[in-house]
């Protein structure tokens, strides 16, 4: 059970390069979502979305894209890398929205942008 | 909006030494989570807590709920060098009820 799949684990961008971080869950999780990790910021939500064909805004989304079209895959697209963007990224999920279900996370992304 | 914040943000402690982090929240909670995450690791769910006054234990840890369901502490006894991480607490929104995070505490045990 492989359980939430990040990938790439380590990603350096230039400045305006624009990437695609992916997650993909095997649990048949209705809900997903995207933090960002930053020193003493704890975990801010960035987006999430409750199923195929449904995402919102988290606390941080701006510069960053998502979409929904499959239950499975819930990728976030950095559409022109800035330096404050450096940070650790975790895509995690859960059986539902409701914070009454454990969240599971996937490895993360350590993105650089010089 | 809703907040959750934790103290001490960072606690360094002698091996054997206990440490305990609180949790916070600026309005009432339906429940809380706890999670671990190791140094370059990611959060890892302990436990979940739902009743006023409620008290979990695993091993050394002891996780408590308060009476009015605004705070939580995680409390180590004897600690140990795999004790090392960030610890943090998390509610569900009263408005949406997607999770909220503290802003963790990281643990430093010393040998």
């Known amino acids: 059970n492989a359980g939430v799949t990040q990938t790439p684990k380590f990603q350096v961008l230039k400045t305006g390069q624009s990437m695609t971080l992916q997650c993909a869950q095997d649990?048949?999780?209705?809900?997903m979502s995207w933090y960002r990790q930053d020193p003493g910021m704890g975990l801010r939500l960035i987006h999430y979305?409750?199923?195929?064909?449904?995402?919102d805004q988290g606390e941080v989304p701006n510069g960053y894209n998502v979409s929904r079209s499959t239950t499975e895959d819930f990728p976030l697209r950095l559409l022109s890398a800035a330096p404050s963007q450096t940070s650790v990224y975790f895509c995690?999920?859960?059986?539902?929205?409701?914070?009454?279900?454990?969240?599971?996370f996937g490895q993360g992304t350590r993105l650089t942008v010089v | 909006g809703q907040q959750v914040m934790q103290i001490p943000q960072y606690q360094h402690v002698q091996e054997g030494e206990d440490f305990t982090t609180y949790c916070n929240s600026s309005t009432t909670l339906s429940n809380i989570q706890w999670y671990k995450q190791r140094p370059g690791g990611h959060p890892v769910f302990l436990i979940q807590?739902?009743?006023?006054?409620e008290v979990k234990k695993q091993k050394r840890l002891t996780f408590q709920f308060g009476e009015a369901k605004k705070n939580s502490s995680l409390h180590i006894t004897a600690t140990q060098t795999t004790d090392v991480g960030t610890y943090f607490c998390?509610?569900?929104?009263?408005?949406?009820?997607?999770?909220?995070f503290g802003q963790g505490t990281t643990l430093q045990v010393k040998p």
């Open positions: 979305s409750v199923g195929a064909g449904i995402t």
């Open positions: 995690a999920s859960s059986f539902t929205i409701a914070g009454n279900t454990e969240a599971f």
């Open positions: 807590l739902v009743k006023s006054g």
């Open positions: 998390a509610g569900p929104s009263s408005n949406t009820g997607k999770l909220i």
């Open positions: 649990m048949n999780h209705e809900y």
